[in-house]
Nanobody
Framework: VQLQASGGGLVQPGGSLRLSCAAS????????MGWYRQAPGKQRELVAI???????HAEDSVKGRFTISGDNAKNTVYLQMNFLKPEDAAVYYC?????????????WGQGTQVTVSS
């Protein structure tokens, strides 16, 4: 399963960005898709996750500013990021877990850079 992420870039503090991630391959079903981020010198951390049933969870650090959504038909997940802060700057990775054939998968996208700076 391949994940293709896009939408990162440079934005001023207080600005917005929308990330997209599309999963492709011999996917039978996806259980959940989510976004993680990794800033320089820090561990990768969960940002938000969404189940195929539509249940979502966002970490406290982004709650109220970031919204995760998805399109099951397109195996795509989005992350709308509003009111961005300098501390949101990181490489953002999408993740998907599910099944392909009779096997399970847990795949990562290539990462997209988000820079928040004036």
């Amino acid at each position: 399963v391949q994940l293709q992420a896009s939408g990162g870039g440079l934005v001023q503090p207080g600005g917005s960005l929308r990330l997209s991630c599309a999963a492709s391959g011999s996917i039978r079903s996806i259980g959940a898709m989510g976004w993680y981020r990794q800033a320089p010198g820090k561990q990768r951390e969960l940002v938000a996750i969404m189940s195929s049933g539509g249940h979502t969870h966002a970490e406290d650090s982004v709650k109220g500013r970031f919204t995760i959504s998805g399109d099951n038909a397109k195996n795509t997940v989005y992350l709308q990021m509003n009111f961005l802060k300098p501390e949101d700057a990181a490489v953002y990775y999408c993740n998907a877990e599910g099944s392909m054939g009779w096997r399970t998968f847990n795949s990562w996208g290539q990462g997209t850079q988000v820079t928040v700076s004036s």
